[in-house]
């Protein structure tokens, strides 16, 4: 449903393609070449350190997206919640497809730089569970991040899309922590012996 005019989005006026791509391109960008570097070096601490962070960072916007900004959203209004998905979109759309796609890759590779068998219950287990986040992430949460943000560039008229696609996503942020945390169950109990 289109809004009137007085129920627009008020845009911010550095909210353009360009501000949007230049600001967020490093954030696309510094993980995959990061990786790359480390992968080039074969050093096994660089790699172990980068999944770790890497997927605090991935686990830690899931949380402050699925928790903190889904209770923060809950008590304001449509376009309120409209305004805050104009902030959050970009940042959103450039850093979580990156971030998820290079933990998930360091996280393969360290299963094969410690010689971990694919065919153990734990790592099958482990790459289901890492399957299904990338399909969440790249077939759900990026089409809607994507909708969310031609909304935005073309004047935020349907604030009613915004917020369903935005509230959709915060909800499937809750979905991957939860899932997320399994996967931190898995390899904490793999690199403790626990699990072998």
Same mark, same amino acid.
């Given at each position: ?24 391109? %490093?954030?696309?960008?510094? %993980? ?37 900004? #889904? ?7 449509? &376009? ?9 979109? %970009? ?5 979580? %497809? ?9 996280? &393969? ?9 694919? #065919?153990?219950?734990?790592?099958? &287990? ?48 809750? #979905? ?9 169950? &898995? ?10």
């Amino acid at each position: 449903m289109i809004n009137s005019n007085a129920e627009r989005v008020a845009l911010d006026q550095k909210f353009t393609l360009k501000n949007s791509f230049l600001r967020g391109f %490093p954030m696309l960008v510094i %993980p995959p070449v990061l990786l790359v570097i480390i992968l080039y070096l074969h050093n096994f601490y660089y790699l172990e350190y980068f999944h770790v962070v890497a997927g605090s960072m991935w686990t830690g916007m899931d949380l402050v997206m699925g928790i903190f900004f #889904s209770y923060v959203m809950k008590g304001l209004n449509n &376009i309120e919640r409209a305004r805050l998905s104009t902030r959050i979109t %970009p940042t959103m759309l450039f850093f979580m %497809p990156a971030i998820s796609s290079v933990t998930i890759t360091a996280g &393969i590779e360290l299963v094969i730089f410690l010689k971990f068998s694919f #065919s153990s219950l734990y790592i099958i &287990i482990a790459l289901i569970i890492a399957f299904i986040l990338l399909i969440q992430g790249i077939g759900i949460f990026l089409p809607n991040e994507l909708r969310v943000y031609s909304e935005i560039l073309h004047g935020g008229k349907n604030v009613e899309k915004i917020v369903r696609l935005t509230m959709f996503n915060l909800r499937l942020s809750l #979905s991957q922590v939860i899932l997320q945390i399994a996967i931190i169950f &898995i390899m904490a109990g793999l690199a403790t012996g626990v699990f072998n």
